[in-house]
């Protein structure tokens, strides 16, 4: 089979390779999925470069979608044909979605409603895991304001969407340059990050109360704007992501007197019961079309290193997506 890896870490165009790989066989409890399509992440990414190797060769990639063309022994044989989109298929497994079959634990392929087509099925594993379990935290957020930070990135397009499905008024940050896409999602308000003095106008908009909760996929930018009071008191934090690796300052006064709650979770570590009830709900949002996917970049697999450097530079706006096929 075709596939991309790498052997060490380092620049994409210097450790990406794409070659033959012999095809695996699945075992107990597995599948076997030709890939039509792999999604890729920061997190992809950011392994490439820095994360320490778990085997001698990573195939990247956790997202992705494709047909189950074998099953292993235990798994109903009525399996093969079905279309599915896949969750941490490179997550402590040494072989992800960059190639033309993946062999991996059924349950970590999912079915893929019919009128949602691989390429959405691709952004599936994480963009909008992790949005819907960030809303998902929130808990009732009907006509509450839910702030989201980088509503024009892969996750916030979708965590704007689950926000105003369940009925929040929801203020999002942007470059220009995503703003509109923010804006295409649901937002109801975007603020040039960039810009614009952030914490000022999350309180003008909110009657100088604050956000009752945050979707934040950059801390380092948004602890220093909980301590200008951003969050109205008893408040949720929800974050998942950092612009920069290490300690972030946070004013405890400022989350002492809100009362406020901060969690940070990584979508790969979902708890089962979790992951069950965030899939569930995100399987019905798509059968019923509900969302709306954006895939910015398309390239073949033979491309790898580009669509790396691409998610690297953040100019696309969507989901980059590889042409396994
Ligand atoms: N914990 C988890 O499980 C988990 C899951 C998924 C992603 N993540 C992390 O979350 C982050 C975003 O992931 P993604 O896939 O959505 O990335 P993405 O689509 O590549 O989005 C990144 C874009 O967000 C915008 N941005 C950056 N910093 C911002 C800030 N402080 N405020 C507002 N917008 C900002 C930038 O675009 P503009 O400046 O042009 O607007 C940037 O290009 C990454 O760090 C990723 O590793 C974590």
Same mark, same amino acid.
């Given at each position: ?15 990406? @390779? ?15 999925? #030709? ?12 392994? =490439?470069? /820095? ?18 063309? !074998? ?5 109903? !044989? ?16 040494? $072989? ?14 999912? #079915? ?5 087509? $691989? ?11 992790? *949005? ?32 105003? !499905? ?22 109801? $308000? ?9 914490? #000022? ?56 007197? /809100? ?11 979902? #708890? ?8 569930? @709900? ?5 059968? *019923?079309?509900?969302? =709306?996917?954006?895939? /910015? ?5 033979? @491309? ?9 530079? /953040? ?11």
């Amino acid at each position: 089979m075709r596939a991309a890896w790498y052997e060490r870490n380092g620049a994409a165009r210097e450790v990406l @390779e794409v070659g033959d790989m012999p095809v695996a066989e699945p075992t107990r409890g597995e599948v076997r999925v #030709r890939m039509a399509t792999s999604g890729v992440n920061p997190s992809d990414v950011k392994g =490439r470069r /820095g994360r320490p190797l778990t085997a001698p060769r990573i195939i990247p990639h956790s997202d992705g979608a494709g047909t189950i063309d !074998a099953v292993g022994p235990g798994v109903e !044989a009525r399996r093969v044909g079905e279309r599915v989109w896949l969750w941490n298929a490179q997550w402590k497994r040494p $072989f992800g979605t960059a190639a033309e079959y993946v062999v991996l634990p059924q349950e970590q392929a999912v #079915r893929l409603p019919e009128n949602i087509d $691989f390429a959405a099925g691709a952004c599936l594993g994480i963009p909008a895991l992790t *949005a819907l379990h960030s809303v998902r935290l929130h808990g009732d957020i009907a006509g509450r304001t839910i702030l989201v930070t980088g509503a024009g990135s892969a996750v916030g397009h979708y965590a704007v969407q689950f926000a105003k !499905a369940r009925g929040a008024r929801v203020i999002g940050t942007a470059s220009d340059q995503k703003s509109a896409h923010a804006r295409q999602a649901g937002a109801d $308000f975007v603020i040039d990050y960039r810009g614009k003095d952030v914490a #000022r106008v999350v309180k003008e908009l909110t009657g100088g109360v604050g956000a009752a909760g945050v979707i934040d996929m950059d801390f380092t930018g948004t602890a220093p704007l909980i301590g200008d009071g951003i969050v109205a008191p008893h408040g949720l934090v929800v974050s998942y992501g950092s612009n920069v690796a290490g300690p972030i300052p946070l004013s405890f006064p400022a989350m002492l007197w /809100g009362s406020l709650t901060l969690k940070v979770f990584v979508v790969y570590e979902l #708890r089962p019961e979790e992951r069950r009830a965030a899939i569930g @709900e995100l399987t019905g949002m798509l059968a *019923a079309g509900r969302l =709306r996917h954006s895939i /910015g970049l398309r390239l073949p697999l033979a @491309e790898v290193a580009a669509a790396h450097e691409a998610v690297e530079a /953040g100019k696309v706006v969507g989901n980059v997506v590889i042409d396994v096929a």
